[in-house]
């Protein structure tokens, strides 16, 4: 499996964007994905995650409420609407790929538990 993530770039404060991870192989729709980001001298940690078929999304507090998690298996891609940005937000955008159900506390926010990885792509919000 291949993951290609795109649609970081440079916002303002409060703007929006959209990012999509496309991925290759007939089996994404088994796949739980997630987004994690890693900012300069910062771990990387964890966004949000999407169960195969939507039923179950999750965020990270920080951005409840402003980032919008969502798949669509038919054209092989996942997308993470964000929205409200802040300079805080600012890092490396990376997609990834559990092949097997991983819906539970411990498994979609830890990075370790992704099987496949795209490449990052950049979002930089400035004040």
């Known amino acids: 499996v291949q993951l290609q993530a795109s649609g970081g770039g440079l916002v303002q404060a409060g703007g929006s964007l959209r990012l999509s991870c496309a991925a290759s192989?007939?089996?994404?729709?088994?796949?739980?994905m997630g987004w994690f980001r890693q900012a300069p001298g910062k771990e990387r940690e964890f966004v949000s995650a999407?169960?195969?078929?939507?039923?179950?999304?999750y965020y990270a507090d920080s951005v409840k409420g402003r980032f919008t998690i969502s798949r669509d298996n038919a054209k092989n891609t996942m997308y993470l609407q964000m929205n409200s940005l802040k300079p805080e937000d600012s890092a490396v955008y990376s997609c990834?790929?559990?092949?097997?159900?991983?819906?539970?506390?411990?498994?979609?926010?830890?990075?370790?538990?992704?099987?496949?990885w795209g490449q990052g792509t950049q979002v930089t919000v400035s004040s």
């Open positions: 192989g007939r089996t994404f729709s088994m796949f739980t």
């Open positions: 999407i169960t195969w078929n939507g039923g179950n999304r």
């Open positions: 990834a790929a559990a092949a097997y159900y991983c819906s539970g506390y411990g498994c979609y926010d830890v990075a370790e538990k992704y099987d496949y």
